[in-house]
């Protein structure tokens, strides 16, 4: 697995580059001390898996995954970060990000974090169980509240997904390979079964609960 650090203290990304590669299978790519090298490597190197500081200079972790995510690169992101509180936790599953990892464990952790990754599951630090726990209630919650949801196909959540990233009909239907007119015709059966009316109504909903169709 090929992976690259983005952190601004060396220590810390020479620390988890012996740990990281103590094991044969795994290997680090390259290292960047801030968002804009970072980005520049991982479109250079293209590492599988970003291991990215949430508070690096120039660009922090939320804006590279945004814009990892905006170019379509293809690499799971795996944020190493000191906060422990409910809203950056959120905002980073909200990204889809495959890991969160806290800073004062992430010796520890990593190798367990990369390991689920490469397993296609995510990784998140035991203290923040609790607001993971109470992500998946609220998409339960959601569900019951809007039982269209449960019955939408697999392409059409695929479509609502896109719809989430302000894709239009034509981009949608060329990364789906379909015709724009079967995209509008998905887009009118996911309001019809969710019960939405109103034309940003869609594209509200999809924004609002892009985290429960990941």
């Known amino acids: 697995m090929r992976i690259l650090l983005a952190d601004d203290h060396p220590l810390l990304r020479r620390g988890l580059r012996q740990t990281i590669e103590s094991e044969a299978d795994f290997e680090v790519v390259a290292e960047a001390a801030n968002g804009v090298e970072a980005l520049r490597l991982i479109e250079q190197q293209k590492p599988q898996v970003a291991i990215l500081d949430l508070s690096m200079p120039e660009m922090g972790g939320f804006d590279l995954a945004a814009e ?5 690169l293809g690499v799971a992101v ?3 970060t000191m906060h422990k509180d409910k809203y950056m936790f959120d905002k980073a599953m909200d ?4 890991g969160y990892v ?4 992430a010796l520890d952790e ?5 390991r689920s990754v490469r397993r296609g599951q995510r990784y998140i630090s035991p203290p923040l169980f609790d607001y993971l726990l109470e992500r998946i209630d609220r998409a339960d919650s959601l569900a019951e509240q809007r039982p269209g949801l ?3 196909t697999p392409t059409e959540r ?4 896109l719809i989430a990233e302000y894709k239009t009909s034509k981009e949608i239907a060329d990364e789906l390979h379909i015709h724009h007119r079967t995209v509008d015709n998905h887009r009118t059966n996911i309001a019809n079964k ?3 009316q109103g034309s940003h109504a869609l594209l509200r909903f999809a924004v609002e609960h892009q985290a429960e169709l990941s």
């Open 158 to 161: 695929r479509v609502l997904r």
């Open 110 to 114: 990593i190798m367990q974090a990369l």
């Open 150 to 152: 449960s019955y939408l």
């Open 102 to 105: 806290l800073k004062d464990t």
């Open 194 to 196: 969710i019960g939405l």
């Open 95 to 98: 990204l889809g990000v495959k």
């Open 78 to 80: 795996v944020f190493l």
């Open 68 to 72: 990892l995510q905006r170019r379509k």
